[in-house]
Nanobody, 125 residues
Framework: QVQLVESGGGLVQAGGSLRLSCAAS????????MGWFRQAPGKEREFVAA????????VYANSMKGRFTISRDSAKKTLYLQMNSLQPEDTAVYYC??????????????????WGQGTQVTVSS
């Protein structure tokens, strides 16, 4: 059984920070990449950030650069997303995802075959 479980979401004031965690369990040895996506009310799913599990290479959506940081703890099989300078437009359900292979870029959601249930992040004005 393979599972991804997100945690760390909540309600924060604009300018505040949150750290999201994604704990992986099961047969995850062959996973190539993990990433974060988000979906705001009334909008489609959006890429946030991703990394290659083995090499640690990272990629960010342009709007996240300088504010969000993706990282991992290989021993704990946990993915993190540190979010700083949060703004109301960051309000969304944040999803953790994993891919066994990718076609090219890390930001194509259809390459990710495993998804968590999401954690709500709400940023007030």
């Amino acid at each position: 059984q393979v599972q991804l479980v997100e945690s760390g979401g909540g309600l924060v004031q604009a300018g505040g920070s949150l750290r999201l965690s994604c704990a992986a369990s099961g047969r995850t040895l062959s996973w190539y990449a993990m990433g974060w996506f988000r979906q705001a009310p009334g909008k489609e799913r959006e890429f946030v950030a991703a990394l290659t599990w083995g090499g640690g290479s990272t990629v960010y959506a342009n709007s996240m650069k300088g504010r969000f940081t993706i990282s991992r703890d290989s021993a704990k099989k946990t993915l993190y997303l540190q979010m700083n300078s949060l703004q109301p437009e960051d309000t969304a359900v944040y999803y953790c995802a994993a891919a066994r292979s990718i076609s090219g870029t890390l930001y194509q959601s259809n390459d990710y075959g495993y998804w968590g249930q999401g954690t709500q992040v709400t940023v007030s004005s």
